[in-house]
């Protein structure tokens, strides 16, 4: 079992910066990929960043150049360092850690309020 909690949402200007982390219990963090995902008022869960175990990383258009997902395998957390951030970006950003028969897990979410 795996529980994922998500720190660091909040209220920024436009233009501003936010970092997210996301600290995993359990002792399969190594060896799954994490991810971030959002999700904003009458709009579908989206993807917004992925790294793999082996640091691998792949990136939603909307956020490449400004968004930096990093992993610290020693302190089993995620990173999402969100910089240039926009209104568009306002939606509740959720954790998953996932991987082949490694299960399927997501965070409570931590809401980021971008104002214009």
């Known amino acids: 079992q795996v529980q994922l909690v998500e720190s660091g949402g909040g209220l920024v200007q436009a233009g501003g910066s936010l970092r997210l982390a996301c600290a995993a219990s359990?002792?399969?963090?190594?060896?799954?990929?994490m991810g971030w995902y959002r999700q904003a008022p009458g709009k579908q869960r989206e993807l917004v960043a992925t790294?793999?175990?082996?640091?691998?990383?792949n990136y939603a258009d909307s956020v490449k150049g400004r968004f930096t997902i990093s992993r610290d395998n020693a302190k089993n957390t995620v990173y999402l360092q969100m910089n240039s951030l926009n209104p568009e970006d306002t939606a509740v950003y959720y954790c998953r850690s996932f991987g082949y028969g490694l299960g399927d897990y997501w965070g409570q979410g931590t809401q980021v309020t971008v104002s214009s």
């Open positions: 359990g002792n399969i963090f190594s060896r799954n990929t």
């Open positions: 790294i793999t175990n082996g640091g691998t990383t």
